[in-house]
C-alpha cells in the first residue's frame, strides 16, 4: 500500500480523529515546510498530515513553500498526496456545497517556484503533464465516493489564479471560456512539483462560494466559512474511507 500524505487547506486545519504518532519538522533544499508535518492513523490507516497555510500563521497562496511542502512529504517516505482545496464555482453544476475531483487544470499564476529543476544536474526536466492528476488516486477517491454516496463532480477543469485577492467578474468570464469550471489560489505549483518529485497526487475540491459576478452577493469569507465547515466534514468521511481501504 502507498503510504498517503493529505495536505489540508483553508478550513482544514486538522485531520479529525487522527491518532498522532509524530510530529516532524523535515528541513529541505527550499527551507521548512509550512507547518509540522503530522504523522499518525485514521481510521487504521497510516497518514501524514500537514497545513499548507500553516496555521495559526494563515500563509497567502502566493507565500507558500510549495516546494519545501511537498520535499518534505516525500522525504518521509509519501507516495500518494491527496490535496484538499477550497475553491470558487464557475460552471453551474459547481455549485456551493459541492465537492469536485478535478481531472485538469489551468495555470494563471505568475511569480511562484514552480519547479525543483534548478538546471544544475546537466539534465532537462521536461515532466509529462497531460494528465496533470493521479489517474489510480483520481479514481480511487471517485469510487470511494460513489460507495459512499458523497456526492461530487468528477470532470473538472480547476483554474488555479495567484491571490490573494479574489478575480474580477471579467476574469471569471474569460475563464469560463477558457473551459475552467472551478477557481481557486493553491492548485498550482502544488501538482507540478508533486509529479516533479515522482508523487502522484490528486485533489478534492470544495466549493464554498460562486466564482466572481455569479452570485447575488458580495463574496465574503464568512460565506465561505460556513459552507467550509460542513464540507471540511465531508472531506473527512471521504478520507476516513480511503484510509480504512489502505489498512
Ligand atoms: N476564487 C479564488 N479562490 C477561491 C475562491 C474564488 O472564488 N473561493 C475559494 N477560493
Same mark, same amino acid.
Given at each position: 500500500m502507498s503510504v498517503l500524505g493529505v495536505i489540508g487547506g483553508t478550513g482544514v486545519d486538522q485531520l479529525e480523529g487522527l491518532q *498522532? &504518532?509524530?510530529?516532524? $519538522?523535515?528541513?529541505?533544499?527550499y527551507g521548512a515546510p509550512s507547518r509540522g508535518i503530522q504523522e499518525g492513523s485514521l481510521a487504521g490507516?497510516?497518514?501524514f498530515f500537514l497545513q499548507r497555510h500553516?496555521?495559526?500563521?494563515?500563509?497567502?497562496?502566493?507565500?507558500?513553500?510549495?516546494?519545501?511542502?511537498?520535499?518534505?512529504?516525500?522525504?518521509?517516505?509519501?507516495?500518494?498526496?491527496?490535496?484538499?482545496?477550497?475553491?470558487?464555482?464557475i460552471s453551474p453544476a459547481m455549485a456551493p456545497g459541492g *465537492? &469536485?475531483?478535478?481531472? $485538469?487544470?489551468i495555470d494563471y499564476t505568475w511569480g511562484r517556484e514552480?519547479?525543483?529543476?534548478?538546471?544544475?544536474?546537466?539534465?532537462?526536466?521536461?515532466?509529462?503533464?497531460?494528465?496533470?492528476?493521479?489517474?489510480?488516486l483520481r479514481l480511487s477517491l471517485i469510487a470511494e465516493a460513489e460507495a459512499a454516496g458523497i456526492p461530487h463532480e468528477a470532470n473538472a477543469v480547476y483554474g488555479a489564479t495567484q491571490g490573494p485577492r479574489l478575480e474580477t467578474?471579467?476574469?471569471i468570464r474569460r475563464m469560463a471560456r477558457d473551459g475552467c469550471d472551478v477557481v481557486g489560489m493553491t492548485g498550482m505549483p502544488e501538482a507540478s512539483l508533486a509529479r516533479e518529485l515522482g508523487l502522484a497526487y490528486a485533489s478534492v475540491c470544495m466549493v464554498v462560494n460562486p466564482a466572481a459576478g455569479l452570485g447575488d452577493q458580495p463574496i465574503s469569507l464568512e460565506m465561505m466559512r460556513e459552507?467550509?465547515?460542513r464540507e471540511a466534514g465531508v472531506v473527512r468521511q471521504l478520507l476516513r474511507l480511503v484510509l480504512a481501504r489502505q489498512s
Open positions: *498522532l &504518532v509524530a510530529c516532524h $519538522q523535515p528541513e529541505t533544499p490507516g497510516k497518514v500553516g496555521s495559526p500563521l494563515a500563509i497567502p497562496p502566493h507565500r507558500i513553500n510549495y516546494r519545501a511542502n511537498l520535499w518534505a512529504l516525500k522525504s518521509l517516505g509519501v507516495e500518494d498526496v491527496i490535496a484538499i482545496n477550497a475553491v470558487g464555482g *465537492l &469536485v475531483i478535478p481531472d $485538469q487544470l514552480h519547479t525543483v529543476d534548478g538546471g544544475t544536474d546537466g539534465k532537462l526536466m521536461h515532466i509529462d503533464f497531460t494528465e496533470p492528476y493521479d489517474r489510480r467578474a471579467a476574469e459552507i467550509l465547515e
